[in-house]
């Protein structure tokens, strides 16, 4: 108990001191600068309907925009499309403004596209720069290693108060195995937007730390090898990382602005291929996925293979240590009492699946088709209104996604 105290309190000093140099350097911003990442998050989601918003994951990727801007000069369809900022019509509008009069002179040159409102420019500028088109420099794997930014993250939180299920009574039915104490902690490097790699850990409250039940320590570990080009591989992904396919309906992991009321955002926006940075432990994909063709005609595959948590209703007759049957599959990523922990990689879980999509800057349309093999069968009981929901250990979903 005491060794885990300690590294608690290292933890919680690092965190502390990482947290003073964000202050410290948030201080020397300079003056112009004084759209917060914040006010911008706010104006984005305010009218979204966003359930399972992952408020964290957007910040963050806000901040590496802000390190990295877009150049609107040079910026292609899907470029433009995975900075996730416009709408498909401004996108639209702004490519065809290029088209008839060239390059941006300047960023307020905006204002002369119908789409853009001066409100729309001041919530991208931030993001953004507008340069002359120079002869773009080689794209090299060796200069991306070196030239980039690393990033350490610590945060630690904990609720004062002693809760029931922390107090130690023996009495109790599910009494938690670990303390009230949750540590996130990441470690990435990224140059720009092409190249990412990076590890992060986590434990939950409630979650034992570096005992019997886990002796790893963090009950949590991603990991991700990501690379973005502008030749025939687009997008290479090793690792964790998220796929998002149209409006969803066959596949769509991690962020991504969804419907508002607005008529301008009628659909859910993001790069097909995303490395994952995020602490979900259910909803991303592990193995290896590309991206690959023409600015118009682009093909996608992957493939993943993971454990996951799922509640066990039946075990071999054999080895009581197979599951023969599972009731659900759970996604809240918790392994706080024993009941929790006993469901926790308890079944193996295996995703192929391709997309090939074709680009216009008026529209894109493309077909999509992903299978899912689980090690155990799913026999859950349906309910009338369940009829057609999934019930069994293979999955075949297909489809065809559209906009202009």
Excluded at 43 to 59: H, I, K
Excluded at 296 to 302: G, H
Excluded at 347 to 370: H, M, R, W
């Amino acid at each position: 108990m005491n060794s885990n105290k300690n590294v608690y309190d290292t933890i919680i000093i690092l965190w502390i001191t990482f947290q003073s140099i964000s202050v410290t350097y948030a201080q020397i911003n300079p003056a112009g600068d004084n759209i917060q990442t914040g006010d911008v998050l706010e104006q984005m989601v305010e009218s979204e309907d966003l359930s399972e918003f992952d408020y964290d994951t957007f910040l963050e990727y806000l901040d590496f925009l802000k390190a990295n801007p877009i150049n609107l000069n040079n910026a292609t369809l899907t470029e433009l499309r995975n900075t996730r900022l416009l709408s498909e019509i401004q996108i639209r509008d702004l490519l065809q403004h290029k088209k008839y009069y060239g390059s941006l002179l300047n960023i307020y040159e905006l204002q002369t596209i119908s789409s853009f409102t001066l409100n729309d420019i001041n919530r991208i500028k931030p993001y953004i720069i507008v340069q002359q088109n120079n002869s773009a420099s080689i794209q090299n794997i060796f200069n991306e290693l070196d030239g980039g930014k690393y990033q350490i993250y610590f945060r630690s939180s904990r609720i004062v108060q002693e809760q029931v299920g922390y107090s130690g009574d023996s009495t109790l039915s599910s009494p938690y195995l670990g303390d009230n104490y949750r540590i996130y902690t990441r470690f990435r490097y990224a140059y720009k937007n092409k190249l990412s790699y990076g590890i992060t850990a986590e434990k939950d409250p409630g979650e034992s730390f570096g005992d019997s039940y886990q002796p790893r320590g963090f009950d949590f570990y991603s990991a991700h090898f990501f690379r973005r080009t502008n030749g025939f591989i687009k997008s290479l992904a090793l690792g964790d990382y998220e796929v998002r396919i149209g409006q969803g309906l066959t596949i769509f992991n991690g962020f991504g602005l969804g419907k508002s009321i607005y008529s301008i955002a009628v659909r859910r926006t993001g790069p097909v291929l995303d490395p994952y940075t995020s602490v979900d432990e259910n909803r991303f994909l592990r193995g290896a996925a590309a991206t690959f063709g023409s600015d118009k005609l682009q093909a996608t595959v992957f493939g993943s293979y993971k454990k996951i948590d799922a509640n066990v209703s039946g075990v071999d007759s054999v080895d009581s240590n197979i599951p023969s049957e599972i009731s659900s599959i759970t996604y809240t990523g918790l392994h706080r009492t024993l009941n929790e922990w006993e469901d926790k990689d308890a079944i193996k879980e295996s995703i192929a699946g391709a997309d090939i999509t074709y680009y216009n800057p008026l529209f894109s349309i493309g077909v999509s088709g992903n299978y899912t093999k689980l090690s155990t069968p799913l026999n859950k009981d349906i309910s009338p209104y369940e009829i057609f929901d999934f019930n069994d250990d293979e999955l075949l979903n297909l489809g065809v996604h559209y906009s202009f």
